[in-house]
């Protein structure tokens, strides 16, 4: 089983200095370089089943699943909003494919999704029961994301990460033991680490000091989830078995997102995440449309073509 870490100081140090941050350079060996590794990528139709653990309110779900929803090129809903947009921004993934000469492309789409708010595992989960409640989705063709409510404390959960995407062998049925499948954790930061692991909508524990953001979906738990999850995703997709897309060491690998730490808009620098979209009417802070009106803040994404990171807006 091999997982990957979304590390809280990484996003909170923001050692990026711009938008158009350069990975590449003649003073940094190989093993700095952002490169690909030669091993799969996730491709075809994949659907992303979510796992709710613990309580969350209708609303919140919706955030979340409507992210999803707003992802994929060919929804319809994707297809009419405005931009910039949460598909087009996913589409930078779609440079990876043709950087590393892949035939075949990733579609993502909105799966099953299972609630557990009974805690069947108590409020207190380790790594490898994670990848227990993840075992509950379906597991071909799937990416099986665990949500866990803000009375959830998780291993790792705020001292070393935010989140964490991973791969593990599939369930054995008739005797046939499948391939791994890919999965994603996610944790809801707000009454426990919400300056480590939802900034920039809340106040940061340590760094630069500057005033939150309004939460575009007025929940600063869940729309930081949302960052988190957006930065797991295209890490999952462009490294899910640890030999992908990456930068620096196999077990701690800077990815598609994580690579461009801090970055959401353009001007961004350590304690500012960027020029961002401002709604009139509520003030909040975005830099991405989803669909039924949506709105969302999503992280810079390393783009194969130019090497730098690469902003919406």
């Keep these: ?26 003073d940094i060996d190989q093993t700095q370089l952002f ?7 996730l491709d075809g139709k994949i659907s992303v089943n979510l796992i709710w653990y613990g309580k969350f309110k209708p609303s919140q779900r919706a955030i979340i699943s409507d992210f999803v929803t707003s992802m994929s090129t060919t ?33 993502l789409s909105l799966g ?15 790594s490898k ?41 599939g369930s054995i049925i008739n005797g046939v033991k499948r ?10 930061s707000v009454t426990q680490c919400a300056g480590q692991c939802a900034w920039p909508f809340h106040q940061p524990i340590y760094g630069p000091q500057s005033q939150p953001l309004i939460a575009p979906n007025n929940d600063v738990g869940v729309d930081g989830m949302v960052i988190n999850l957006a930065s797991l995703l295209a890490g999952t997709a462009t490294n899910p078995f640890g030999n992908g897309y990456y930068q620096g060491a ?24 960027g020029d961002l979209l401002v709604d009139p009417t509520t003030g909040a802070s975005y830099n991405a449309n989803g669909v039924d009106g949506r709105k969302y803040l ?10 730098a990171c690469s902003t919406l807006v």
């Excluded at 089983?1 to 590449?24: D, E, G, H, K, W």
């Excluded at 509950?136 to 099986?144: E, P, S, T």
């Excluded at 196999?250 to 995440?273: D, H, M, N, Q």
């Design 1 to 26: 089983m091999a997982y990957f870490n979304l590390l809280i100081f990484v996003t909170l140090i923001q050692v990026s200095l711009s938008a158009a941050r350069q990975l590449t350079g003649s």
């Design 35 to 41: 490169q690909y590794h030669n091993g799969a990528l």
């Design 75 to 107: 929804s319809p809903k994707s297809k009419v909003t405005s931009p910039p947009s949460v598909a087009s921004w996913w589409n930078t993934i779609e440079k990876y494919y043709h950087h590393s000469q892949k035939s075949s492309s990733l579609v």
């Design 112 to 126: 099953t999704q299972i609630l557990d708010e009974k805690y069947s595992l108590g409020k207190s989960l380790t």
């Design 129 to 169: 029961q994670l990848v227990t409640l993840a075992s509950k989705g379906a597991q071909k063709d799937a990416i099986n994301v665990v949500l866990t409510a803000s009375d959830v404390s998780v291993e790792g959960f705020c001292s070393s990460r935010c989140g964490t995407h991973g791969s593990a062998p």
């Design 179 to 188: 391939s791994k499948f890919a999965y994603i954790w996610v944790g809801n």
């Design 250 to 273: 196999k077990k701690a690998p800077l990815e598609a997102a994580s690579a461009c730490p801090g970055i959401y808009g353009e001007g961004a620098y350590p304690g500012y995440a």
């Design 298 to 307: 999503l992280p810079a994404l390393f783009d194969p073509a130019t090497s």
